[in-house]
């Protein structure tokens, strides 16, 4: 549910910058991709992701590059592409019950397939339920959301001095008119306004129930199975989890697609916990970890079940250029989702991974929706989090929640910072405030939140879809 493609707040001129700590200078490589991207639109993210990491990190070797290679060969997409390791691991190797190997799986460049549910459990922060809805259910919503998605609309944000757009369309579900009005008028989204919200639809509803029932039971199993002493994470909510909110994408075709990104954890808070349902087209979701960017390589083989590694100062190196592309050294995990598959991400995919649904050569069209695949994501917007609540910055809008992925001195802190430069027409403050929560999640604000009467979002259950 995030911008298409992760990325680094622009930069201010010196004058512009005010007297106050500047943030941590993050997702680099994330904003070089999507300059990549944008010069080279006909070639795949992934293939020029490993061409950035095979060039120190620089664009303009990247670039050079890429236009060598084009003389060779023109015009051929995937030419340029990461090569695949298509293998079912369970039967390979041996873990610990639930615990992702002592040794790394994934080699820069490279692209480990995953396809069934124990090896997605053991080696990727997500798990999988195939088949999660009875055949009849699952068709009639994804009809019905195929329905809905001709009133789906792209995303657009500023990019420098470009406005870009999301390669598939979306929109945000919630329940009532009341709800719908405060989305597009008070909740914000990578610095501006929603413009496309709609209202509940009945399977979209019906559908929740089950939902949220699967991912209780999937984050208790992945605690007692993954988690340190069997308890959850900190900053991870005890409570049961309940979503009052559907973010629905449409990809149309194989060339839609979303870029790396973690989502924004604004309203969902730290250790946000999503469910994804898939319908449609079989598409591949790629996810891959993000590490300090002065770690040395050699940290992968010290990962926590939590997918966090190891502390260790004395194995840190200093590097020339580009230190920020180890992130990628280790290539990614595709998990593929084919219909009516319930992927779970858990508490620690948003604050350490990163996702995708890559751009496709072909796909196999379903019966129901041709080339189209549907992606629902439920999520819990946290009362605690509602706008009234979230420091303002000096443009007016709320600030958004990150957290510090990359460098090791401030990883895993939590941030308030303005996105509103990212809005197009709106130019940016630099206001930034690091975010300060309890063991569960629940903010601790310096200053006590206004009381008024704006109700917060209802979960999607109703009172009678309980008995
Ligand atoms: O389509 C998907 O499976 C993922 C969508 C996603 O990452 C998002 O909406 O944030
Ligand atoms: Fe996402």
């Known amino acids: 549910m995030d911008r298409f493609i992760a990325k680094k707040r622009p930069r201010l001129s010196p004058s512009s910058v005010q007297q106050q700590t500047l943030p941590p200078d993050e997702d680099s490589t994330d904003m070089k991709l999507a300059i990549l991207l944008s010069l080279f639109p006909d070639i795949e993210q992934d293939a020029l992701l490993d061409i950035l990491i095979s060039s120190g990190g620089s664009i303009e070797d990247a670039s050079a590059v890429v236009t060598a290679q084009r003389a060779y060969k023109p015009a051929k997409k995937r030419a340029l592409g990461a090569s695949a390791i298509q293998t079912s691991l369970t039967s390979h190797i041996t873990t610990e019950?639930?615990?992702?190997?002592?040794?790394?799986?994934?080699?820069?460049?490279?692209?480990?397939?995953?396809?069934?549910?124990?090896?997605v459990a053991a080696h990727t922060p997500c798990t999988i339920i195939h088949n999660f809805l009875p055949q009849d259910e699952a068709d009639a919503l994804l009809l019905e959301l195929l329905d809905e998605s001709k009133h789906f609309s792209r995303y657009r944000f500023q990019l420098f001095d470009r406005t870009v757009e999301s390669p598939h369309t979306s929109s945000l579900y919630v329940s009532t008119p009341e709800e719908l009005r405060q989305q597009t008028s008070e909740y914000t989204y990578g610095g501006g306004f929603r413009s496309n919200v709609r209202q509940l639809t009945p399977y979209l509803r019906a559908v929740s129930a089950k939902v949220q029932r699967a991912v209780n039971d999937e984050i208790q199993k992945r605690i007692q199975t993954c988690y340190p002493d069997g308890e959850k994470l900190k900053y991870q909510s005890p409570k049961e989890w309940v979503p009052n909110a559907a973010f629905v994408n449409c990809y149309d075709g194989p060339t839609e697609s979303v870029g790396y990104h973690s989502d924004e954890l604004t309203y969902l808070g730290p250790r946000a916990i999503i469910g994804s349902?898939?319908?449609?087209?079989?598409?591949?979701?790629?996810?891959?970890?993000?590490?300090?960017?002065?770690?040395?390589?050699?940290?992968?083989?010290?990962?926590?079940?939590?997918?966090s590694t190891a502390d260790s100062p004395s194995k840190r190196k200093a590097t020339s250029k580009g230190t920020d592309v180890r992130a990628d050294a280790q290539g990614q995990i595709s998990i593929h989702l084919p219909h009516n598959s319930l992927l779970v991400m858990h508490a620690e995919m948003q604050e350490e991974w990163k996702h995708a649904i890559a751009p496709a050569q072909t796909v196999s069209p379903h019966p129901l929706s041709g080339n189209r695949r549907i992606n629902i994501t439920y999520r819990w917007y946290r009362d605690s989090l509602h706008p009234r609540n979230i420091p303002r910055c000096r443009c007016g809008t709320h600030a958004i929640l990150r957290c510090v992925q990359?460098?090791?001195?401030?990883?895993?802190?939590?941030?308030?910072?303005?996105?509103?430069?990212?809005?197009?027409?709106?130019?940016?403050?630099?206001?930034?405030?690091?975010?300060?929560?309890?063991?569960?999640?629940?903010?601790?604000?310096?200053?006590?939140?206004?009381?008024?009467?704006?109700?917060?979002?209802?979960?999607?259950?109703?009172?009678?879809d309980k008995q």
Request: proline share 7%; aromatic share 10%; with cysteine.
């Open 97 to 119: 019950a639930g615990l992702p190997p002592k040794k790394q799986l994934t080699r820069k460049g490279k692209t480990l397939h995953l396809f069934s549910p124990e090896d």
């Open 277 to 307: 349902l898939s319908l449609g087209v079989e598409r591949e979701f790629r996810v891959r970890r993000t590490v300090a960017s002065d770690d040395d390589e050699r940290n992968e083989s010290e990962v926590s079940p939590t997918g």
């Open 406 to 464: 990359r460098k090791r001195e401030n990883r895993g802190r939590y941030m308030w910072m303005c996105y509103a430069g990212y809005e197009p027409g709106k130019k940016g403050c630099t206001f930034f405030q690091w975010a300060e929560f309890d063991d569960d999640g629940e903010p601790l604000w310096e200053i006590k939140p206004t009381e008024d009467e704006a109700p917060t979002l209802r979960n999607f259950i109703e009172e009678d």
